[in-house]
């Protein structure tokens, strides 16, 4: 860790503070950080060079681009933090900025599903596979009210409901909502309600499902743990989560072709976010490989909503 004088002179940079503080609440990439603080590329290089050096930033490699996020930081730069927050002038306006640049993310990744509204079963999906769903079906307790979040047009929704009590579908793409109530309509399903929203603001209420279905969708997510936060929040007490998602690989073209935000998640994370949101009896497996390149693996994990 390098000495406090040393950070204390690289945080002393109005517009290094002013990075600082995106990076507190969201991670970003150079061009992300251009865009909000309206600088050069080589003044925010720079600058990022110089908060890695004083060991306050950290990045991660994600497709063409680096991801950069704040480390842990407690004591006075901590203090320091909260102090700018509300005397650098341009704080706010920053923030503003900063959740556009975030929309325009989610907004490329909608745009994405739309335009293979109506197709998508019939087009490949990576990771996508009966024999995994089989795995995950066998697990479930019927008659459940039951969530089923990233459903795109609601396949698997109309699955589950020939079991279920209830399914609610949720999925941020409103194209992919009416599809699915077309599909729904046009099978006689009438135990699926489709509603537009957003896997980290799920528009459910509180212990309103006894299940919760991430089929292939986690890794769309920008912050898979909120996802799993808000799953942990519309469960009732003891329900289930279950997870059907790519296991971690390195096939970065996923992000191009299928508006991937994650390249799958190993064991080790699903576990850690389970558990951060309160589950219990956490289990995880791979479940399916693909024998085609490049042999994308199907992850499952199940958990229990602990009771109160």
Partial sequence: MPSIVKILRVVSDPNRL???????????????????????????????SQLRQAELVEDRRTGKSNLYRLLPVEGVVAELLVQARNEIPEAAQDQAAMRRVLKKRQDKMRSFFDSVAGRLGRDYVPGRSWKGMAEALLRLMPPLVIADLGTGEGAFALLLAERAKKVIAVDTSAKMIEVG?????????????????????????????????????????????????????????????????????????????YADEWLGFSEVEIEAMLEKAGFTQVQTSIVHKEPETPQFQTLLAVANKRNP
């Fill in 18 to 48: 002013r990075i600082l503080l995106l990076l507190q609440r969201e991670e970003l990439s150079v061009a992300e950080l251009q865009e909000i603080l309206g600088m050069g590329q080589s003044t925010i290089s720079t600058h990022l």
């Fill in 181 to 257: 109530r077309e599909n729904a309509l046009r099978h006689g399903v009438e135990n699926v309600e489709f509603r537009l929203g957003d896997m980290e603001e799920i528009p459910i209420a509180d212990a309103e499902v006894d299940l919760v279905f991430f089929s292939q969708s986690l890794h769309h997510a920008l912050h898979p743990e909120r996802a799993v936060d808000e799953a942990a929040r519309i469960l009732a007490p003891g329900g289930r989560i279950v997870i059907l998602d790519l296991a971690k690989h390195r096939f970065e073209e996923a992000r191009e072709m």
